[in-house]
């Protein structure tokens, strides 16, 4: 019975010394962060966890949460993550923890994830200091991940401070294009070549806007008089023809101009298909071999 209290009594001890050394590192860590020493910082903190999880524990979540933060300044970003998200999954919840997991992601190209941490901050935290860059990059993060819907949504919260940011107006215009807003999407191409004449977003617009104009008007009229081989008919196709080749024209203008800032194919093509309804043959040819 003796030796039984005695080994209880030796426990006990053990157990109060290892608690006060988890409290004096985890204070030594506090206290190296707040000097900006995030190196020692980490080395404390790296032990009280590992005390912890030796013992198949867990650490308190603020402790894996700082721990992330100090491996993040580091850039040691795998060890920051783990810390992060083990934080997250106790339910520990700051703005912090999202602006830096949503850093994290984005380093490490997750762009689903960074959706995920990002909208976190955004509902959240409504009200958070953030808020504003939370909110731009969101927006950048659903157009990219083409997520058109929830782009329109949050769009409001950033269009007061976007009318002069060329890249969220681009990004807005790629929104409402895919999502075939024609009216706003004209408004918003003009209000970009204002401010930045070769913007190559808007004039894709304008460019594409122009050549399925005259191209869906050029079939659908010349479809009708090979159908109905009429004299009426045949006036309506050179009516149409009229508003046809200056549209035409109108997209040739704007191919070359962005074939010139950069030739790619895809411009090519299309002014390969744009001189030949033309009947330039010469250069459709030329311009149809650049396409290939």
Known sequence: MKNKRIILQGLLIILIMSSCATQKLTKEGKTAYQSNNYEAALNAWDQVIEKYESRGNKAEATLYYKAGLAAKKLEQTSKARKYLETAENMEFSSPKLYIALSEIYK??????????????????????????????????????????????????????????????????LTVNKNLENE??????????????????????????????????????????????????????VLKALDEVYPTFEKARNVFLKLYKLDPKPKYADLLGKIYTRLDEEKKARYYNNKAN
Do not use: C
């Open 183 to 236: 009216k706003v999407s004209k408004k918003l191409a003009d209000k970009i070549l204002n401010q930045q004449p070769k913007n190559i977003t808007a004039l894709e617009w304008y460019g594409e806007y122009y050549f399925w104009k005259a191209e869906n008007l050029y079939v659908k009229e010349m479809t009708a008089y090979k159908n109905n081989r009429t004299t009426s008919q045949y006036k309506k």
């Open 107 to 172: 380093t490490i190209d997750n762009l689903s994830k960074e959706i995920i941490a990002l909208e976190d901050y955004h509902e959240k935290y409504p009200q958070g200091d953030k808020i504003d860059t939370i909110t731009i990059r969101l927006f950048g993060t659903y157009v990219q991940s083409e997520n058109w819907n929830p782009a329109i949504e949050i769009w409001p919260e950033i269009e007061e401070q976007a009318q002069n940011d060329v890249d969220l107006l681009s990004g807005y």
